[in-house]
């Protein structure tokens, strides 16, 4: 549905509200992912960028000195009652996360550079490219991540420092990801194994 769509039938929502309950909660996340797209990048300087059409269902947590961008229509919400949350541990850190992408309980950990691509769906899941480290602290070895584009990530899954997953990859739930994945694969187990994704005709 259009957010015209949706604005008709704000009036509809005030009246009846039970009925219309999805109206309001969606204006609200709307309203919400506006405050944090011009209060961030306000706050930062323009260190963290978010494009149009953020949509924030729950807080969106970013701390450290880094960069982060995170492209338009984006949504985010809780997954397992955990929010996103975005950690860069140096001046130098990007983490970029592409445009029509939803992240439910995301963690990211960045030291030097982690890139999601477009239309990234992320359950609870962590993505670091350092195996430790602080803010504040001496920056420890990082290795660079790059998730590509439509990629889903299950709930409970890791995906290790220097991994690259390929476009149209499933990280089933539970793994963890220390090796690349090819394009069109599913990724199972600890540690995980590549499965061969059936082609559409």
């Known amino acids: 549905m259009s957010l015209l769509a949706k604005l008709k039938k704000v009036p509809q929502a005030l009246a009846n509200p039970r009925e219309y309950a999805w109206v309001i909660e969606d204006g609200v996340a709307r309203v919400r992912g506006l405050l944090y797209r ?15 059409g953020f949509v924030a269902e729950c807080a969106l947590h970013v701390r450290g000195p880094g960069h982060v ?5 984006c ?7 955990q929010e996103p949350v975005i950690v860069t541990l140096s001046p130098d850190a990007h983490v970029e996360i592409g445009e029509h992408s939803t ?40 290795r660079p991540v790059v998730v590509g584009e439509n990629c889903w990530l299950g ?23 220390t090796r690349d ?12 194994r590549s499965v061969k994704l059936p082609r559409k005709n």
């Open 155 to 177: 709930v409970e899954t890791a995906v290790c420092p220097g991994v690259r997953l390929g476009k149209n990859v499933v990280v089933s739930g539970g793994t963890v990801v």
């Open 69 to 73: 961008k995170i492209g338009a229509n």
């Open 103 to 142: 992240m439910g309980g995301l963690r990211v950990r960045c030291a030097e550079r982690v890139t999601f691509g477009a239309q990234l769906l992320a359950a609870k899941t962590t993505v670091t490219d350092t195996d430790y480290g602080l803010p504040g602290e001496p920056v420890p070895r990082a």
């Open 75 to 81: 949504r985010i919400r809780r997954s397992n009652l």
């Open 181 to 192: 994945m090819p394009d069109d694969t599913m990724a199972m187990g600890n540690p995980a």
């Open 38 to 52: 011009h209060g961030y990048r306000l706050l930062t300087r323009g260190r963290v960028d978010i494009g149009p």
